[in-house]
DNA sequence: TTGTATGCGTTATCAG
DNA sequence: CTGATAACGCATACAA
């Protein structure tokens, strides 16, 4: 810019205005500035982002601290996350994303974070406390996606889904099929898995169907894990005629495992997933699922990180932090059908 | 971290100094490093990386910019890459990873990325040129990984893989047990895709097998486009008795459409896939696929951005950029058989 | 050993 | 309308 500045004999500052210019205000100049900006563009000028931020300037950046970047469903959700970002002019730092968050990662990711205008949390971690203690006291903006949607005293907006909606209208596409008994599989008792697992238990209970010892299972939120529940699954007697998977992942997994094992699907066994993953559409068969509207659910987000909406955090509209909750729908496809008469 | 000196009764430049202090180094002070550093994190003093920056220290950013991160083969990439620049102290900036990733998105995110002390290029890019060209004249060192292992004129380092090596692994797996007509199914020629695409045509003519019209298909880099290659495929006469696909993603969409127009595979048909990302493993029946080294080229592809390696842009050690190729690995699952006697 | 002064690239505030 | 100057938070060469 101060070269600019030279080559143009002007005043650096100068250079400044013009090029930042307010377009009908004030203070123009008729040829002063189209010399400066032919000079400008023709030296190739461009501004430094890091001294603007410096000088209180937003940095239109947007961290995104995620669970992990391998689950599908993450990555469609940052994937939506960049589109919905991008609209905005702001672009997107990757806070980490390792199988295992531990805290520190997360932590240090969030520190580097410090020059992104906020922060989106997407899915929670183990030691979710201390992260949020921590970033109580930044000045960033925060936003918890999938944080469960039932929590309450979370220090930040949430944005989730209603789990105990998309669980129960699962689980009634499956006791109306004539399903009584039906597993749930699950993993660690994060936010959202709790409530799923939660809905779960209270459907049963509701409908009054059995609850089978040996019938929940929590296992790593993997392709193994499925596998794995699934076998275990099969050694409870009586084996259930249907599974509902917390998540598309686990639902693979289960997949994956009754092909190996010679079980039919959905001839002697129903799968259910959650997610709708790209995934769930190509499996063998076709995976029924719950379906999140990821799009909704991110624009909403980004309007509370840095909207206007989210502006006033003081004691103005009424509840603070607001919490959205969005409405799953289930997908129904080949993986399910009537359990053989018994 | 003026307050800090302030509070400590001390001048900020002396608070700069012990806070990274060089430890065994000069300018040490018994009592006053005490109650400087004391009163910092009393004070909980966090150090302002875009000052840090602007005085020309690294910003310890690694800007990637991702063809589609919706991809799982990318997703997993981005997580290699994540873990593996956490170890050397750096941080991850995702520059877009928008599914048709246009030229003026890659540019714009480089363009925000020019805050990174590096950029990584996951995948190559439609319009390539344009983008290369505008990296050329940034002031950051870059590395193209996964843009093909052939190509020559590149103008900066690139790591990939031995196309060719793998697809004729995989053919070479095929024709040993007695297929013959053997089908492709690519998407857009990109660098890589380009390779595997050339890689059959020539192990084809140099076995001597016939290249039956309309067994190359080019669709979509989608379960979809792979869905709908089978369904052409079928179509073909004699059709084939085996693919190779260029994705894992395009082979689980021809397993997809395989099982719902009730092709049995491998009875019928073999199929075999490349990247073995995650899902091929738990596809039903599993995935034959050719698997890539990601964490070690991911771990290449860090040192010649960051590593001292890359240091010498001068003209050396040798070759300038230099290029590096690794060797993938055939891995044989359930999606593979002799084909039927005919 | 520690304090003073300077500059990194911008923008904002004042004068001129 | 435009030029000079301060300030953002930090690191460093230099003076004390």
Redesign the pocket.
Known sequence: ??DVAAAA?????????I??DTPGR?????R??ERVQEIASELG????P???A????PTMLLGAVVRDITDPFFAGAIDALSVEAKERGYSVVLGHAGAKADEALALTAVLEARQCDAIVLLGDFRDERRLLEDLRRAPVRVVALWHGAERRGHPFPTVGVDNRAGIHAALQHLTSRGHERIAFVGAASLGDMHERRAAYEEYLAAAGLPSVRGYMRRVPNTIGGGEQALAALLRASPPPTAIMAATDTLAIGLLHAAFELRVAVPGDLSIVGFDDIPMAAATVPGLTTVRMPVAEIMAAGIELAVGDAGAGEGFDGGDWPPRMVFLPTLIVRGSTAAPIAA
Chains 1, 2 share one sequence.
Do not use: D, E, F
């Open positions: 810019m101060k004999g002007v005043a650096q500052s100068t250079v400044s205005r090029l930042n004030i203070s123009v100049s008729a002063t500035r000028y461009r501004p430094h890091l001294a603007r410096l000088r209180g300037a």
